[in-house]
Each structure stands twice: as structure tokens, then as C-alpha cells.
């Protein structure tokens, strides 16, 4: 058996200092092969420096998803072709820096598959993300059955079409991008793991990450307003997902959630 | 303390089943004292017939909240203006058929206040949900500090502030829409209890609600596709809030998923 | 010196009778080579059915272009793959029904090729149509440099990018969706003609073709409106359009408003 | 007769330059009474700054309106309330700085009415722009017949919507916000004078007032792109409107294009 870690989106300081105390203990306890975590508003919000990506990955992480917010630090442009430990996104145009799947080495030397792609519904419009997951997860497959896809989408009917789409072809399809946790994590009939939403890694009294009282401005008074990351204690939101080493089924997904 | 039990939006005939199935049990093991369902989708998906409505009465409910999909059988135009059991989005312009908030007697005697509002971000252009609040419970409250929101909205972030604008001024702000249950209820500082999306009351084995290889088809051809109700068993996706009779605070919120 | 005329989105009954009554004049007038119409909105408002379609060939257009409504009459699925002179936008997903480019003779036995596109912004979510224009504008210049795009989208900055982005290439761009005329036709300065919005061919007395009490009921109550093809006189929209037989180059563009 | 000129959006430097040379001569040969502009892209294609405000009072123009951008440089925020001629839309928010309607003198003493509203349709989340315009214009009215709607929407439909949802009942419906000007200025029946878009006053060789390559860019890539207003020579985009006196009702509408 494989065991992988999925961390919601990690949200500013708050969500990076979340990393750092919980990766450890539960890497340890749960006997995790091969942690992985949305990295798109590790920068107080709003994408990612290198510096917030060397701490994420000091923390523990193995491999760092995106989403929306992948080029909002424009400095990620510089250094993500020579990271390839970052998954950006697999359906920009071809071109587009950076990669959107790759392969990784788990402790024991189980080979792991990862692909990000990002939703079309209320979302920038990118290459069709089904025909894309047609693409890429093939090519995974020729390496390895253990796949795991980061699904960075809004609408909760695009998620679920992705995952029964998928569902037998790849170990587990991970929503992310609305920074709140959905109670419906399951084992499709084919054997793909399945949530909506993993939830956010950042600052608990918050509206999604963000300062509650600029949001509230912003939705009173329809004005522009700099979002601020919020501070205070954290919420770490994850998913725990159990996948034969063989056949890349997955046979368990667990949701975690801790509090500072 | 008063209980009250709001189900997430219910979804065609498997829907209708559930509460059928589940309500009459939970009202005697849980000893709930008001009973509140989502109808907007209670017939086949789209809108709710006046025979869809005497169903869900007759199931159990007391009080049925809608959302987007409030027009979509038209004759409840004919009879929304007759059951004052029935509360549509209070934000739609002054005029529309039908009322955006009410008073309903528990089974005890107590007063409970129930608003109906939808979201703007990426929904229909109606007036402001928040300055709407601002009118409504101040209305409610001169009679009752008991007063549950069914905030119906697709963005996790107009969910939240929605929530943390109001908290300390109603018992209960719950999020329906998604069709997704989140796990992330809650009672905030204030009193006010919280989840971003009850969840779906229909079949289970569907993109919410709707049979999945339509909707894949869909995504997949992005051609007009005409979507049914998915068959076969039933979900049941609940909230069950309690909340003391005289300041109006909850303290304790629960979430129930029952499957067939 | 090759001579094209496209008119602006056929709209219902009105629009139809316009094609009957302006063209023949038109072509004998303006001695036109080529003749081609955006039919989407042939069938009172939304999609065209095989008998409209006859009807709009009969009334001597040569090419009919469609839109976003292209699948709203469900018989063209029956259709489109029969009858060559129907071009839908190319950006659907691969496998759909009918084709998105074409080559198409003129009276004097000169090849033009036609390709339709629709934007992504406020649109459908489709493949994107700059990169589908490199795909296909080399294709079609092995035949003929002879190239006319009707770009059926809603943003001006889409379409304005468009044609900038393929000035040289082709010999117009031609936007159509919005159903206003615009007043921007001109010649690039590599040669290409562009207009934001060809305009409508439909009743004249509406909003964009539709009965105008409907449309605005419909924006006061924010409820569901069946939307209706207004009556009356019609307004006929095109353009005219020089092209060099040898380089492709369009060298004037005339808008034509012709009233009942 | 009144003679009243609306200017579409400024946008930049080269917009800026074009009401210095165009609003003196236009006013003169004209014969104009009241001259009015959108400045909401003024300041390099995002907002008005003080500086913008009174070069553009200083060449001419007596009353400003405003959009979505109304708020892109804060310090507006600061002066909006002191300089009574800059009117924002009027379905912001009660106790947004600003107001969003006017009553001005004319040279010859004459009173003009001035409503800048804002769509709702592929735009922020305000108030509903008719039901606003049904509570200024009485207001308006009874002042002065003479009243003109500056109506900044994306839309084609809800402006037509609008202008025949309020024919009769004001001089005219001006819309703007596309930066294109339609080729549809006409009288509807009840005297008031329409046009889907005005166009922009800015930089001639654009999209819709920036760099081109940058839009170009964008659209390609999907990454986020910093805009820059673009150089060189301008066009000056407008309507002339004569209104009687005394009904309020339009006479004539005129559609102005200058270019450097
Ligand atoms: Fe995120
Ligand atoms: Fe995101
Ligand atoms: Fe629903
Ligand atoms: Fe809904
Ligand atoms: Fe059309
Ligand atoms: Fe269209
Ligand atoms: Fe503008
Ligand atoms: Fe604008």
C-alpha cells in the first residue's frame, strides 16, 4: 500500500507555519509515503516566492500543486522550470512555463504520478481539462498506476464529472480552490478516491484566508479592496488517501483537519 | 433550547423519498422542533411542482427555502402566494410572487424566523443579499431572536462574509447550492452557527443530482444537453442546530448524512 | 479583384424575409462574388432548423457562418454533416458534428475559404480560437490566400485582439454576435479588414431581435422569460468586402444598413 | 434646441490630447451647449486622477461620467465628493462617495439633467440599473426635461432594454463601456435619442486603448499581464444631440468620429 497526503491550499504565514507543525507528526503517526499540498496562495494569498517554496518544501512537502493564483508572484516564472517538484496547472497553452504533471519517488521508491489541472467553470479559460486528463494520464501510466490529480476547480458539477470521468484510470481526483472542506470524500465504484474540496491550510478566522472584514467591505460596497492575509491561529486541512502499490486503487481516503 | 433541522437542497424523486424515509425518525430520536428543507430542486432537478410541495409537507417538513431554480415550474406562481410555508429569495425585486422571509410556530409554541437569500457572485443579478439581511432581521428579530438563514450561494467567500457580517444577529446562517456538504460548521464568536453548504437530499450516484454521464457529455462536447435526475439510492444531507429560546444563540451545530 | 459580402446574425422570420429581399439586388448591384450569413439565430431566435437553412441558401447566400447558438434546433445534428456550406465555429472539441472551415468557389471559379470561431470570454467554454486560427489559416492558404473568419463573439478586446493578431494572414476578420453594427470597419495595415460586429439581419423594432416587452421584463423581475422573435420590419446588416485575388489583401470595407 | 455632446471613454494620454483638440472647434462650428465625457479609463486606461479631472474640465468638457473603473485610482475617493461635476454610477451602494446623477447649466442657462448608471450583465454586482433609473429620473424631472443617461454596460441587450424601457422619459440613452462605436444612433418613438456605444476617445491603433501585443499576449497565454495604455495618434469618438427645449424629447442624434 501507498500512502499520499493531500494539503489544501496553504494559505499565507499562517498556513506555512501550519505545515511546519503538522507534516511531521503525521508523516510519522500515519506513515505517509508522499505528501503533496496546494501551493497557489502560500504568498500571503496570492501565488507563490521562491522563498515560500523553499519553506514549504523544507516543511515536508514532497510535491507542490497550483491552481488560478500560480503567476500572481511573477517571480515564479524565474525559478519553476527548474523545480520540478511544482506541478502548475497542466492545461495552459502549450509553452507556458513550468509543467502540469510529473513523476515522483516515494521514501521506499514507489514511483507516483501527479497531475494538476484546473476547472473552466467561473475559472480562466484554459484547454479543455477532460480531453487534458485524456492526454496526460496515459503517459503517467506507462510508469506507474499510482496517479493522483489535484483539480483545482469552483463548481462542484465539474469536479464530480472529472472524478467519475476518471474513475478506474488514476488512484484519486482532489479538489481544491474554494479553501473549504466538503464532507463527501469516497472510493468511486472504479476505484478513484474522490473529494470535492480538500479546504484550506492558513488562518481559521478568516474568510477563505482573507482578513473577514475586508471581505465584508468588498461585498457591502463593490469597491476595489486589497485583500490582506488574515492572522491568528490556523486550520490545516488534508486528505489521507490509501492506494495499492499495483493496481493503483485507491481503497482509503481519510479527512484530516487540525487546529492550532 | 430550540432544534432545528435545515436539509440541504432536495433533488427529484430520490430526494423526496429521503425525507419521507429519514425525517419522521430524526424528529422523534433527535426531538427536533422545526423542520426546514431546500425545495429548489425537488422536481426532477428544476423547480418544484404544488404536488412536489404537498409531498415535502406531508413528509415532515414545516418550512421549505428555495434558490435559483425557484421559477423554474412555473406554476408556482399560481400557488406560492398561498403557502406561507414556502420562502423564495428575498432579494428579488419587490413585486415578485411569493415572500422572502416568514414567522413559523414550533411545535412547542416558539417562534422561529426564517430568511431566504441568494448569492450574487456567479448567480442571477439580485439585489444585495447583505444590505437585504440588514432589512429582514431586524423585522424578525422585533418578534423572535430565533432566525435561521438558508443562504443559497456558489461562492465559498459570499458564504463566509455573509456569515461573519451577521454573526451575534441570527441563530443560523447555512449555505445550500453546491449540492456538496462541507465540514466546516461551526459556531462562530458571536453565536451564530455556520456551514458553508448543507448539502444535497437526492441520489446518490449523480453529478448533484443529475444523471453523470449527462453531464460529462456535456463538459466533454459542450453541446446543450438536456439533464435528468439520476435514479437509484438516495442521500440525505442535513444540519441540526440548537439554540437557546431567549437570546437566539446556537450552541451546537450537527451534521447528518444518511444513506439509503 | 474578388468581391464578399457577410451579413450580420439572421434573426427569425424578419430576418429571413430580409435575405429574400436584399440580396439578389445586392449581388447584381454591388456585383458580389460571394455571399455568406451567420444563420444562428435563423429559427425565430435560436438555432436553424434544415428548413431555414434551405431557405437561406435559396435567398442566394452561398455560406452560412453559425455561433454559439448553433445546437439550440437539435435537427442540425442531422444536418450539418451533409450540407458542406454550413462552417460552425472550429473551436468545439474534436468529433463534433459538422466542420469549422471551408473552401468555397465563387460564380468566377475564384477559391475562398471560410473559417467560423467563437470567442471564450463571456462565451462557451471552447478550445482556444487564436490558437485554432493557427491551426487553420495555413491550411486553408495551401487552397487560397483568399481567408474571411466570422468571429462570433462578445468582447470587443477579444475581437479587436483577433484581428491584430492575424493581420496579414487572412483577408478579414468579421465579428458577429452582438447584433449591433459596429462603426469600426477599416483595413489593417497588413491588409486585413475588421469590423467588431457585422450587426443583425432580423426585426428592427427589438432587443437584438427579440420582442423588446420580453427582454425587459425579463431584466426587472430577473425571472425565467421565454424569449420570443419580435415582428415587424426588418433591418438588413452586412458588410462588403475587396479582396485581391493574388495576395488575399482586402483593400475596402463597406458597411450596408438596408431598412424595410 | 439643446445641443448636448457626449464623448466616449477617455482613455490615456492620447484621449486626453483628443479633447483639447477636438472640444473647442466641435463647440464652436456646433454649436454645442453642454459637452460631457466618460473618463473612467483617464488615467492610462484605469481611473481618474485630480490632475485627469481638471485637464479634462480644462478642455472643455463639463461633465464627467464614470464605470467600472471609477474607483482604479483611489485618490478619486478623496475629491469625488468636493467636485460636483464628476457623476458615478448611480447604482452603487447608498453612502458610496460620489454621486451618481446632476442637475448643469448650460451656456445659455438652460438645465440639463445627467444619470450615470452602471449593467449588471458580465459586470459588478450593483443595484438594479432600472429600477434605479425609475427613482432618478422623476427626480430629474422635476428640474428639467432635458435629462441624458450615460448607461456603461457590456451588453448589447440590456442597453437596448434600457433605452425602451425608459423611452419618453429622458433625451437620451448614451451607452458606453465597450470602447467601439455602434452604427446604431437613432430616435426610438417616444422621442429619446439611442446608441448602443459611443466608442472611445484614446489611442487609435489599440485594443479598445491598449498596447495591442499585450492583449494579444494575454489572450494567448492566459498569465496575468500587466496593460499599458497605448501611443500614438488618437480618435475622438462621440454623439451630438439636439433635444427640444421644452419637452425633453430628442431631435436628432449624430455620430462624430475625428482621428489625429
Ligand atoms: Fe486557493
Ligand atoms: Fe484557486
Ligand atoms: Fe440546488
Ligand atoms: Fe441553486
Ligand atoms: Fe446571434
Ligand atoms: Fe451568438
Ligand atoms: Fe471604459
Ligand atoms: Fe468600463
Redesign the interface.
Known amino acids: 500500500m501507498i500512502r499520499l497526503m493531500m494539503i489544501g491550499d496553504v494559505f499565507g504565514r499562517a498556513g506555512r507555519r501550519a505545515l511546519k507543525d503538522n507534516i511531521p507528526g503525521l508523516v510519522r503517526d500515519e506513515q505517509i509515503d508522499l505528501v503533496l499540498a496546494n501551493g497557489e496562495n502560500a504568498a500571503g494569498g496570492n501565488g507563490m516566492t521562491r522563498e515560500n517554496a523553499r519553506e514549504i518544501f523544507a516543511a515536508g512537502v514532497d510535491v507542490i500543486t497550483m491552481g488560478n493564483h500560480v503567476?500572481?508572484k511573477?517571480e515564479i516564472i524565474n525559478y519553476i522550470d527548474k523545480e520540478k517538484r511544482i506541478v502548475r496547472p497542466y492545461n495552459?497553452?502549450p509553452?507556458?512555463p513550468g509543467t502540469g504533471f510529473g513523476l515522483f519517488k516515494t521514501k521506499n521508491n514507489d514511483m507516483v504520478g501527479v497531475v494538476n489541472l484546473s476547472g473552466?467553470?467561473?475559472m480562466?479559460?484554459?484547454?479543455?481539462p477532460?480531453?487534458c486528463a485524456d492526454q496526460v494520464i496515459p503517459i503517467l501510466r506507462e510508469e506507474t498506476p499510482v496517479i493522483l490529480m489535484d483539480f483545482h476547480a469552483?463548481?462542484?458539477?465539474?469536479k464530480?464529472?472529472?472524478a467519475?470521468?476518471l474513475d478506474g484510470r488514476l488512484s484519486a481526483v482532489c479538489g481544491t480552490h474554494?479553501?473549504?472542506?466538503?464532507?463527501?470524500e469516497r472510493i468511486l465504484e472504479g476505484g478513484t478516491a474522490f473529494i470535492?474540496?480538500v479546504?484550506m491550510t492558513g488562518p481559521r478566522d478568516s474568510?477563505?484566508g482573507?482578513k473577514?472584514e475586508l471581505?465584508?467591505h468588498?461585498?457591502?460596497?463593490?469597491?476595489?479592496q486589497k485583500f490582506e492575509a488574515a492572522n491568528g491561529l490556523y486550520q490545516f486541512n488534508a486528505v489521507i488517501i490509501d492506494v495499492q502499490r499495483d493496481t493503483g486503487q485507491a481503497v482509503a481516503i481519510k479527512?484530516i483537519?487540525n487546529y492550532e
Open positions: 503567476w500572481n511573477k495552459y497553452p509553452g507556458t473552466r467553470v467561473f480562466p479559460e484554459l484547454d479543455c477532460f480531453r469552483e463548481a462542484t458539477s465539474e464530480a464529472a472529472m467519475y470521468y474554494t479553501h473549504v472542506q466538503t464532507a463527501d470535492t474540496d479546504g474568510v477563505i482573507v473577514k471581505v465584508v468588498k461585498f457591502l460596497t463593490q469597491m476595489p479527512r483537519q
